[in-house]
């Protein structure tokens, strides 16, 4: 059985920089797509940033781009969510979740998914 654990949330002062954590286990990992969601009150889940463990390609929302980086530690099978200058509007659930291609991680058609972890902001 494949779990995903996130770590890293909590209080963070806008304009601090944050790193959450999306640990993978289970005896078979087969999802080679791995991403990251958030999810305000009232809102759907929305894709974040995604990268493929085996190429390392990785793909962003526009309104990510240039103030989150995802990476992955493949020995450790954990990915990496940075986010730089946090913002208000970057408070949110994160979560992680696997797929098998990108159309599905991106639309969040994501077979596994992680508990969840909660970044609040303070300004």
């Known amino acids: 059985q494949v779990q995903l654990q996130e770590s890293g949330g909590g209080l963070v002062q806008a304009g601090d920089s944050l790193r959450l954590s999306c640990r993978a286990s289970?005896?078979?990992?087969?999802?080679?797509?791995m991403g990251w969601f958030r999810q305000t009150p009232g809102q759907s889940q929305k894709f974040v940033a995604g990268?493929?463990?085996?190429?390392?390609?990785?793909r962003y929302a526009t309104s990510v781009e240039g103030h989150c980086t995802i990476s992955v530690d493949t020995a450790t099978l954990t990915v990496y969510l940075q986010i730089d200058s946090v913002k208000p509007e970057d408070a949110a659930i994160y979560s992680c979740?696997?797929?098998?291609?990108?159309?599905?991680?991106?639309?969040?058609?994501?077979?596994?998914w992680g508990q969840g972890t909660q970044v609040t902001v303070s300004s």
């Open positions: 990268i493929n463990w085996l190429s390392g390609t990785k």
């Open positions: 979740a696997g797929a098998t291609s990108w159309p599905e991680l991106q639309n969040g058609a994501c077979d596994i």
């Open positions: 289970g005896r078979f990992f087969s999802h080679d797509y």
